[in-house]
């Protein structure tokens, strides 16, 4: 079951129903409807991976309640350990394994050793499983650090580790967040459900009308980037960075907004990183619950930037390493994520990283500056670049791709794989970067413009965009769904 499906939306209607005009008086009730609702989303799926996330949430709960009763910091440690190999081994077992037996065997191979029999998993990726095992292990080191203390209520965990707008893309999110509002009583709010209903079609609009209209035009340039020039291939790296973005991101508001019709305020996740001004920026504006994950439970328990330049740049290194990791295993991500850190380092150096944490791109005016414009290019050229090794099959041909899009620059023009005008592309693209910058100050409100008129027409305009756009041949998964 996908957000953009007509079985998705049946699926909330009714959900939303019982929780509301049934069960609106009983708290435990509520849970229990978004524990099952949860289990139905995920299970529509593949049934059989239900199994995972009901271990994972009955190996946290109760090592949860034993780090908090243990008074010894050995043994509190000891269960923290648990709770991290538990979670890290369910990943390395259906994710990594076949990519660390296959990079051995490549490695020996370059020796001059051949191993012949070797053992690899012919296993699906269960969906989500990145994202409830970093939610779950989050629980574990919340409590291990005395942030916060166990829940005794099983229903409830259960919900928080499952809980269906953000199980299977994210937002990651910490139990003193979600957890916190699952334990107490939700009050329905008219405000926050049209607040919700409004995220959840500019999430639809950047899904269905930049993504998937992008993704044929990616495919094609990617899979077939030997065929082409140095000006395709740019157009396409250029085209995935919105691509994912409106894919990702695009998610993301759709599952903040339906959290929002259940009376649940989740963490935003993006926060228009293409405005960023430098590298630093750029990775507190994307995927913002993974990049606090890393940096609560990864960066500060390092040293951080609490110790000296060289180790603190070891533990830039180590962070970018395992979140390029996350993504994927794949020698693409791991470079994916290695070039992001040698990009965020001269940053870091020169006591920027936090320079722009609080401020956004036009700040005093209507328009950027000069200054900002560079900046935000030079930074969106360098993403732009590293995305070229995230989409790439494999790091040969990235690094291909790369070499031929750097070769001698020549200029044609791309034709659509389907015979559509590519014109209609570039002026969709080019306005919803307009738009974009126009609503840059507050993500959770994609429409808030004082004019009740000027509202209606750009909701008219958002939906028929919908329509026109709308493509049944295309695969309408979500990028995100592969980590």
Known sequence: MIFNSLEFFLFLLVVGFIYWFVLKRSLKGQNILLLVA??????????????LILLSTVVDYFIGIKIFNSDKQKVRKSWLWCSVL??????????????????????????????????????????GISFYTFQTMSYSFDIYYKKLKPTKHFIAFAAFVSFFPQLVAGPIERASNLLSQITSKRVFNYNQCISGLKLMLWGLFKKMVIADSLAPIVDDIFINYSNYSASTLVLGAVFFSFQIYGDFSGYSDIAIGTAKLFGIELKSNFKFPYFSRNIAEFW??????????????????????????????????????????????????????????????????LGKNSKYKNSTI???????????VFRMMMVFSIVT???????????????????????????????????????????????????????????????????RYVRFMVYAMVILCMLLFYDSKIDRSFIYFQF
Do not use: C, Q
């Not at 949860?38 to 199994?51: A, E, N, P, T, V």
């Open 284 to 349: 507190v504006r994307w995927h913002t619950s993974l990049s606090d994950w890393f940096r609560y439970y990864v960066y500060f328990p390092l040293g951080g930037s609490k110790v000296s330049k060289l180790v603190s740049i070891r533990n830039i290194a180590i962070v970018f390493l395992i979140s390029g990791l996350w993504h994927g295993a794949n020698w693409t991500y791991l470079f994916w994520g290695a070039f992001h850190a040698i990009a965020f380092v001269p940053v870091f150096l």
């Open 38 to 51: 949860s289990y139905m989303f995920y299970g529509w799926w593949d049934w059989r991976f239900l199994f």
């Open 362 to 372: 036009g700040e005093n005016s209507k328009l950027p500056s000069i200054n900002e």
């Open 385 to 451: 670049f590293s995305w070229v090794f995230f989409r790439s099959a494999t790091i040969a041909d990235a690094f291909n791709y790369v070499l031929r899009m750097f070769s001698v620059f020549t200029f044609e023009s791309y034709m659509h794989p389907r015979g559509f005008r590519m014109i209609d592309y570039y002026i969709l693209v080019a306005l919803f970067v307009i738009y974009e910058y126009l609503i840059r100050r507050d993500e959770r409100a994609p429409f808030k413009f004082k004019s």
């Open 86 to 127: 538990f979670n890290l081994g369910l990943l390395a077992f259906f994710k990594y394994y076949n990519f660390f037996v296959e990079s051995w065997v490549n490695m020996f191979s370059v020796l001059g050793y051949s191993i012949k029999n070797t053992w690899t998993l012919s296993v699906i990726l269960p969906i």
